[in-house]
Nanobody
Framework: QVQLVESGGGSVQAGDSLTLSCVAS????????MAWFRQTPGREREFVAD????????SYADHVKGRFAISRDNARNTMYLQMNSLKPEDTAIYYC????????????????WGQGTQVTVSS
């Protein structure tokens, strides 16, 4: 499995922006479909966005569409999540995930996970 490490989380005010990063190691990153998920206490891990191995196809959950942007730099083995116009309901632990298959919108679609990074948005 590829090893994944997220960074870039923090505490911000509503309306601010943050960029999360996910650095991969141990396997050819360019072969992996990648995604961002998030989770709050007592709730299931939910899909945020995904990107194919070439970075040519992306998809987003409705609640972040138009505000978040997923991207990747295969030369740097890194995936990003640009988060704009943050809302208090975006508060969660954000996880990056990867898989050699086409991925999907469910946690079970991904075999590799990072440890998560906390994002807190205050009103």
């Amino acid at each position: 499995q590829v090893q994944l490490v997220e960074s870039g989380g923090g505490s911000v005010q509503a309306g601010d922006s943050l960029t999360l990063s996910c650095v991969a190691s141990g396997r050819p990153f360019s072969r992996y479909s990648m995604a961002w998920f998030r989770q709050t206490p007592g709730r299931e891990r939910e899909f945020v966005a995904d990107i194919d191995y070439l970075g040519e196809r992306t998809s987003y959950a409705d609640h972040v569409k138009g505000r978040f942007a997923i991207s990747r730099d295969n030369a740097r083995n890194t995936m990003y999540l640009q988060m704009n116009s943050l809302k208090p309901e975006d508060t969660a632990i954000y996880y990056c995930a990867g898989d050699l298959t086409d991925g999907g919108i469910w946690p079970r679609d991904f075999g590799s996970w990072g440890q998560g990074t906390q994002v807190t948005v205050s009103s």
